[in-house]
Every structure is written in C-alpha cells, then in structure tokens.
C-alpha cells in the first residue's frame, strides 16, 4: 500500500492516544517525534512535562523528593495527558510500573513496546548523566534486572516494535505498518 494511504486509513481509524513504553534509551522519544509528524498529530513526552510542571530536571526531583515523589507527578502528568485525546505521548520507562497509570494505559491508548537490545540502550543512556536510576551501580546490571522486572510488563502493549540506530525512517515505517495492521486486524 502506499504510504500515503496508509497513514489515512490510519488517521481515520485513530480514537485514542498513541502511548510509547520501553526501557531507557530504547528510543521512544525519536520515534514518538517520528511516529507524530509522520501523522499529523502532536508528540508529547511526559518527563518534559514533569519537568515543567516541578520547574526542576529529573535527576534534581530524584535528588530532593525522592522516586517515590518522582513517581506521583508521573501518574499525575500522564493521566493528565491521558485526557488530550488523540496524540503521540513517550513515557519514562517506569510509567506503566505503576498500576493505576498501567490500567489506564491498556484500556484508554494503543501502547507501543519500544524494545531494543541491550548494547543499544547502554550506549545511548551512557551518552550523559541524565538517568537517576543508573548512577547508583553498574548500567549494564541495572538494566539487566529492569528488563526482567519490566519486560512482562511491557509485553502487554498492543504493538512491539525493534528500535536500534539505523535511520529512523525504517523504524517509523515498521511502526506504521504494525499501527495499521493493528487498526485493521
Ligand atoms: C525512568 C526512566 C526515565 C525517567 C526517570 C525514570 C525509569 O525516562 O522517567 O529517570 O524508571 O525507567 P526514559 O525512559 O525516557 O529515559
């Protein structure tokens, strides 16, 4: 199908947010960018917004308040962004860990597994210092336990996609081919 046709029969069968869940540096927030411009829709990313909205970055929140503080603005933010109607949101890696945000999630948006492999989450998250959960041991560790905590998780999603560093294009047209078949199953 061309892919002008694709993305309207998508758009005209889209009624609910797209949401992206994966583990750090899986790339949710370069394909979410992708996956909304591709579509015409708005792209979102809720630690953006749990920025704004504490005025403060991620690492300092996880510094003064804690996770535990971390994790309530995140349910607050994203069921928030739940209500926008149709649009692109990337979460956190952790944001459907909680229950209410997960319920949520799997009854009111088409979710999207961004998944990659480990060797590609680990570069990316070593790029800078931004991830308050990997500064207190070994990355590769962390990660390692997160994917098996997470991954049952995340295995819920209506549509997984592989993300890794090639051109982003391929990627979006992986998404949209999965998107559609998902909308016209
Ligand atoms: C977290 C992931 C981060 C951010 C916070 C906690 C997690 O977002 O929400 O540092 O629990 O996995 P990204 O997945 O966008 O890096």
């Known amino acids: ?4 046709d694709n993305i ?4 005209s ?11 750090m540096g899986s790339g949710k927030t370069r394909i979410g960018r ?5 579509l015409g829709l708005g792209f979102i990313d809720s630690d953006d917004e749990i920025e ?3 005025g403060m970055d991620i690492a300092d929140i996880f510094d003064k308040f804690g996770e535990p503080y971390f994790r309530d603005g995140e349910k ?8 926008e109607g149709v649009q692109v949101i990337a979460t956190g890696g952790g944001a459907v860990m909680m229950p209410e945000t997960a319920e949520r999630v799997w009854r009111d948006t088409i979710s999207i597994w961004v998944r990659a492999e480990m060797p590609v989450m680990l570069e990316r998250t070593g790029r800078n210092d931004r991830r308050p959960l990997l500064r207190g041991g070994d990355p590769a560790e962390i990660l390692a336990g997160l994917v098996e905590k997470r991954y049952p998780v995340y295995e819920k999603a209506n549509i997984v996609i ?4 090639g051109p982003v294009e391929a990627i979006l047209n992986q998404t949209l081919t999965k998107l559609h078949d998902f909308l016209y199953r």
């Open 34 to 38: 992708a996956l909304a411009g591709a």
């Open 162 to 165: 592989d993300s890794h560093n």
């Open 13 to 23: 069968r889209l009624d609910r947010p797209l949401l992206l869940i994966g583990l």
């Open 76 to 83: 607050r933010v994203i069921a928030r962004l739940l209500d």
């Open 8 to 11: 309207y029969e998508i758009r």
């Open 52 to 54: 704004k909205a504490a």
């Open 1 to 4: 199908m061309a892919e002008e």
